[in-house]
T-cell receptor, first 116, second 116 residues
Framework: AQSVTQLGSHVSVSEGALVLLRCNYSSSVPPYLFWYVQYPNQGLQLLLKYTSAATLVKGINGFEAEFKKSETSFHLTKPSAHMSDAAEYFCAVSVRGGTSYGKLTFGQGTILTVHP | DADVTQTPRNRITKTGKRIMLECSQTKGHDRMYWYRQDPGLGLRLIYYSFDVKDINKGEISDGYSVSRQAQAKFSLSLESAIPNQTALYFC???????????????FGPGTRLTVL
């Protein structure tokens, strides 16, 4: 079975600073990896996904993530935080076959706060 | 995303009552999912359906049941609600794709359920 660990339930940054949200995964087969964002009182929206093409994945709103197999990581970054980035971010993993095929397993979530 | 709608958006009920949460989608997707979100736990899968005749339990199905009335409709029922079922519930959809890999899941706005 696959799993995801997000390091840090809360991250606080200043506007204009680098955003780094950490995600480590566990999977016995090659994974697909996703980052979703949840703004207050809304559902989840896909930021980006890794599906075994390029290891550096670019998403919406200036976010990107790099798949590192050796580190089993898929950290989310943005060079310069904006106030509108304040939200909760979820990392998720799915696999390409077996009994878990087609299902997402989510991390615990990281709440990003952006200070003026 | 208005393509996935959930009703009701908010519901307060009492212990022992039967509750139904409804999800409809206009995306034409064949796969539908029900998750619950609890603070610090991320999203956990309750049930999922890969087509109208295929329904499967997720990791936390106890106390819940589902019905896939049509490709576009997937309902979640709590037969006898209890306070620890107080949570935010999300419906999601995805499209099965050739090659067998998981595609993006699209989420509804959520239903906030409170069981007193």
């Amino acid at each position: 079975a696959q799993s995801v660990t997000q390091l840090g339930s809360h991250v606080s940054v200043s506007e204009g600073a680098l955003v780094l949200l950490r995600c480590n995964y566990s999977s016995s087969v090659p994974p697909y990896l996703f980052w979703y964002v949840q703004y207050p009182n809304q559902g989840l929206q896909l930021l980006l996904k890794y599906t075994s093409a390029a290891t550096l994945v670019k998403g919406i709103n200036g976010f990107e993530a790099e798949f590192k197999k050796s580190e089993t990581s898929f950290h989310l970054t943005k060079p310069s935080a904006h106030m509108s980035d304040a939200a909760e971010y979820f990392c998720a993993v799915s696999v390409r076959g077996g009994t878990s095929y087609g299902k997402l397993t989510f991390g615990q979530g990281t709440i990003l706060t952006v200070h003026p | 995303d208005a393509d996935v709608t959930q009703t009701p958006r908010n519901r307060i009920t009492k212990t022992g009552k039967r509750i139904m949460l409804e999800c409809s989608q206009t995306k034409g997707h064949d796969r539908m999912y029900w998750y619950r979100q609890d603070p610090g736990l991320g999203l956990r899968l309750i049930y999922y359906s890969f087509d109208v005749k295929d329904i499967n339990k997720g990791e936390i199905s106890d106390g819940y049941s589902v019905s896939r009335q049509a490709q576009a409709k997937f309902s979640l029922s709590l037969e006898s609600a209890i306070p620890n079922q107080t949570a935010l519930y999300f419906c999601a959809t995805s499209e099965s794709t050739s090659g067998g890999h998981t595609d993006t899941q699209y989420f509804g706005p959520g239903t906030r359920l409170t069981v007193l």
